[in-house]
C-alpha cells in the first residue's frame, strides 16, 4: 500500500490542473481534444484537471506542445513558491 499523499503535493496537483482546464478552455479544446492533440487518453486529462493525477514529465511535455505554449505556462501556479 502507498503511502498517503502530502497536502502540499495533493494542492499542487489540484492547482496544475486547474491551471490546465483554464488554459485549455482558453483556447475552447474539450479534454478529448486536447488528448488527442497530445497523444494523451481523455481520461488522463481529466484526471489531471481534477488532481486526481500526477502527469508524468512526458505527458506535460506533450500538452504544452499541444497547446503550443511554453511548458512554464502550465507551473504558473497560485502559492507554488517554495516553502509557502
Known amino acids: ?10 494542492e499542487l496537483r ?3 490542473g486547474t491551471r490546465l ?11 478529448e481534444r486536447l488528448g488527442e492533440l497530445a497523444e494523451v487518453d481523455r481520461k488522463t486529462i481529466n ?3 481534477n ?3 500526477s502527469p508524468r514529465l512526458d505527458n506535460v511535455f506533450q ?3 499541444a ?10 501556479l497560485r502559492g507554488a513558491s517554495p516553502g509557502s
Open 1 to 10: 500500500m502507498s503511502a498517503p499523499i502530502p497536502p502540499r503535493l495533493t
Open 63 to 65: 500538452i504544452a506542445d
Open 51 to 53: 488532481g486526481m493525477y
Open 21 to 31: 482546464r483554464d488554459v485549455r478552455e482558453q483556447q475552447g479544446l474539450t479534454q
Open 67 to 76: 497547446l503550443d505554449i511554453p511548458i512554464k505556462e502550465l507551473f504558473a
Open 14 to 16: 489540484r492547482q496544475f
Open 47 to 49: 484526471r489531471i484537471e
